[in-house]
């Protein structure tokens, strides 16, 4: 007898998409492609032997602790280090502990940031183009993204003016929140101004939502100073922000927190009990010991040196094999992992990137950015993963793609 699964499959499940980076990834596995496709790490700053001697040691002594279920809420230990921390980053002496959760990585946080505010059909409000890893956590939960245009420095003001007036006063509707990841932001790389970031949650408290602020990158600065976080801002009000270890640390241990007002901490924590129970306690350990002896911050400050040459190096290769040509351009990030390209109108990156496979270069198509009405003349690009040598030789076969579809 034949079954029809799709008789059984939830109406969430029905919507869920595979990622299309994921399947383009697949094209790309092949050894003599370079790719910037990916959002990975240097494997060069993973730390392996800074870590054999830390499990070990943990092992020995709280083996049997740690090898156990855990609190939902994260490793009393780790916790407490990374209060601490955010009090030094945030400037801000009144958060406690119950304003801290830990995750296993950000993309859960965003699952349950989905799962505890949004109702099928409310609406939210991203960047245009705006991290996939997002909108798909986002869309499960059949939210109606509506997309408002990423400037140089940040989200347009005047467009999600107009998009919140035309929603509260024309529609009498609203949104849940703004999705933003205002540091480097992937995939455009642009960093969101003070004035922006201050502006965002004036207009936040004027029409009654809260703003998501993802920043995985954003202890990744390698030019220019740091902007106080949309959280610092606000003041912890109305500002959930989402932080993980995967590219400061290593992104195998899964790990990431949580800074929210404490009812939205109570939420999540009821939440997580029914997605995971708690994040790995072992794990957990982990990164409390390699903070503990003090190798977070040397670590940040290694992979700032490395991520800093590459960049540099990327921009100036790019120039060298693509400066000079008509509505080819792009961005110059201040940290992060990406930079983004736009190309004539006329371009479509989305056939463009079989081109680039058969010429044994890749890429990440700009289209599956984009909440809505995707542009195509755009693609992402990762400087963090590739040697010199592969950028130097990715960009110049790239430029030969570029080149043959200019007219």
């Known amino acids: 007898m034949n079954i029809n699964y799709d008789e059984f499959f ?14 383009l ?53 780790l916790r407490n280090i990374l209060l601490e921390r955010a009090k030094k ?7 406690s502990v119950d304003n801290l959760l830990v995750v296993s990585a950000s993309q859960q946080a965003l699952d349950v940031v989905g799962k ?43 467009e999600l003016e107009e998009t919140l007036d035309t929603l509260y006063n024309k529609r009498a509707e609203r949104i849940k929140f703004f999705y933003t990841i205002p540091d480097f932001q992937n995939p455009a790389g642009v960093t969101t101004s003070f004035e922006k970031r201050k502006k965002i949650v004036e207009l936040a408290n004027k029409y009654d939502f809260l703003i998501i602020e993802d920043l995985p990158y954003r202890e990744l600065r390698y030019t220019g100073e740091p902007i106080p976080t949309l959280f610092e801002i606000d003041g912890g009000k109305r500002v959930v922000s989402l932080y993980t270890f995967s590219k400061i640390f290593c992104p195998g241990l899964r790990l990431g927190w949580i800074i929210a007002p404490k009812e939205v901490i109570q939420k999540v924590i009821i939440a997580k009990q029914a997605m995971d129970l708690c994040t790995p306690p072992f794990n957990q350990a982990i990164a409390a010991a390699y903070i503990k002896e003090g190798l977070l911050e040397e670590r940040i400050r290694k992979n700032i040196e490395i991520y800093s040459k590459k960049r540099e190096f990327m921009l100036e290769i790019l ?22 390209m736009t190309l004539p109108d006329y371009i479509d990156c989305d056939e463009l990137f079989y081109k680039a496979i058969e010429n044994n270069v890749a890429y990440v198509i700009g289209s599956a950015f984009y909440p809505e ?26 430029s030969t793609v570029i080149k043959n579809a200019i007219k």
């Open 89 to 95: 980053q945030l400037n801000m002496n009144n958060l």
């Open 25 to 77: 990834l697949k094209l790309t596995e092949k050894p003599e492609i370079i790719s910037f496709a990916g959002g990975l790490p240097a494997p060069e700053t993973f730390p392996v032997e800074d870590l054999k001697p830390i499990i070990n040691k943990l092992l020995d002594k709280e083996g049997s602790k740690i090898l156990q279920y855990g609190a939902t809420e994260g490793y009393t230990e």
């Open 116 to 158: 505890i505010f949004l109702d099928p059909g409310d609406k939210i409000i991203a960047e245009r183009p705006s991290y996939l890893g997002g909108l798909s956590a986002f869309n499960t939960y059949k939210a109606n993204i509506i997309g408002v245009t990423l400037e140089n420095d940040g989200v347009s003001i005047k």
């Open 10 to 23: 939830s109406s969430s499940s029905k919507i869920m998409k595979k990622s299309v980076i994921r399947e």
């Open 319 to 340: 120039d060298k094999y693509l400066g000079g040509i008509e509505d080819v351009s792009w961005t110059k990030p201040e940290g992060g992992l990406f930079l983004w």
């Open 373 to 398: 009405y995707p542009e195509k003349n755009h693609f992402r690009m990762n400087f963090s993963y590739p040697s010199f040598e592969q950028i130097e030789e990715g960009i110049k076969r790239l």
